[in-house]
C-alpha cells in the first residue's frame, strides 16, 4: 500500500501528465499527445545525461559488488573481536547521505584535504578532483561506493552465514581448492543474493 501511494501513483500520474502541458504543480493543460516525449527524447542534454548515468552505474555497481562481498568474507570468518569489524564495515548503512557528502567534501578539498595530501606524497599534482570535469564522476562514484557498501555487507554476510557448512566440509573432503570452493559452493549458493544486491545498487545508482 505505502509502495502504491508513494511509488506507484506518482511514476503513473508522471506519465500521464507528460501527455499534458501540464505546470509544475501538476495542473493539467492542453494535450499534446507525445510531442513532449519527442522533445525529451530528441535532446542532446537528455543522451548525455542518460550516458553519465551509466557511466556512473559502471562505476558504482561492480566495485560495490565486489568490495562488498569481500568485506562480508572477511568478516565471516572466526576470528577474536570479529564483531567489532563487522560493526564498523557495516556503519555506513547508519550514514545519512548529508553526512556523507559534507565528510568527503573535507576529505577531497584542494587545499586541505587528506586525499589531496596522499596524492602529494605520491607525488601527483594537486587536484579539485570534484571541479574537475576528468575527476568529478569518478569521485562521487567513490562517495557513493562508500556510503552503500554497509548495505552490501551486511546482505552479503547475511548470504554467508546461511550457506551449510556440510557443503564446505564436503568440498574440503574432496580435496577442492579455495579458489574451487569459492567458485563451485560459494558462489553458487550465493547466487539469489548477488542478484538482490546487484538489482538494488543499480536502482540507488539511477537514482
Known sequence: LIFAVFVFYPLIKSVYLGFYESDPLGNQGDYVGFDQYREVLGSSDFRDSLWTTFQFTAYTVVPGIVLGLGLAMLANQRLPA?????????????????????????????????????????????????????????????????LNLGLATIVFLAGLQSIPERLYESARIDGASRLGTFLRVTLPMLSPTLLFVTVVDTILAFE
Open 82 to 146: 570479529i564483531s567489532v569489524f563487522r560493526t564498523i564495515f557495516a556503519s555506513t548503512v547508519a550514514t545519512s547521505v548529508a553526512v556523507a557528502s559534507m565528510m568527503w567534501l573535507t576529505l577531497l578539498n584542494p587545499t586541505t584535504g587528506l586525499v589531496t595530501w596522499i596524492l602529494e606524497e605520491l607525488g601527483q599534482p594537486r587536484l579539485n578532483l570534484l571541479n574537475d570535469p576528468d575527476w568529478a564522476l569518478p569521485a562521487v562514484a567513490l562517495t557513493t561506493i562508500w
